[in-house]
């Protein structure tokens, strides 16, 4: 069973910029592709990045140009770097496989961007 701690989120005006952290516990880090999502409330949860074993990433459209999703194995770690936060990005940022089954979801990190 694997674990997905987030943390990294805060309080940022617009135009800001935060690093996200995942952290993966467990045996899937080398095995699976690790995405972001965020979920607003009243909105689904969306997949907003993700980046495969072999390290080709993907973007939702509405965060392309401003979000980089990176990995660091050694430290089991993925992370989601936000630039140019928008108040529309306000919402929790979860981690998780990358497709298929998900994991159970952890705590999130919460984003909101305010002026």
């Known amino acids: 069973q694997e674990e997905f701690v987030e943390s990294g989120g805060g309080l940022v005006q617009p135009g800001g910029s935060l690093r996200l952290s995942c952290l993966v516990i467990?045996?899937?880090?080398?095995?699976?592709?690790i995405a972001w999502y965020r979920q607003a409330p009243g909105k689904q949860r969306q997949l907003v990045a993700r980046i495969r074993t072999n390290g080709i990433t993907y973007y939702e459209d509405s965060v392309k140009g401003r979000f980089t999703i990176s990995r660091d194995s050694g430290a089991s770690t993925v992370y989601l770097q936000v630039n140019n936060l928008k108040p529309e990005d306000t919402a929790v940022y979860y981690c998780?496989?990358?497709?298929?089954?998900?994991?159970?979801w952890g705590q999130g990190t919460q984003v909101t961007v305010s002026a």
């Open positions: 998780n496989k990358g497709g298929g089954p998900l994991d159970p």
């Open positions: 467990g045996n899937i880090f080398n095995g699976y592709g």
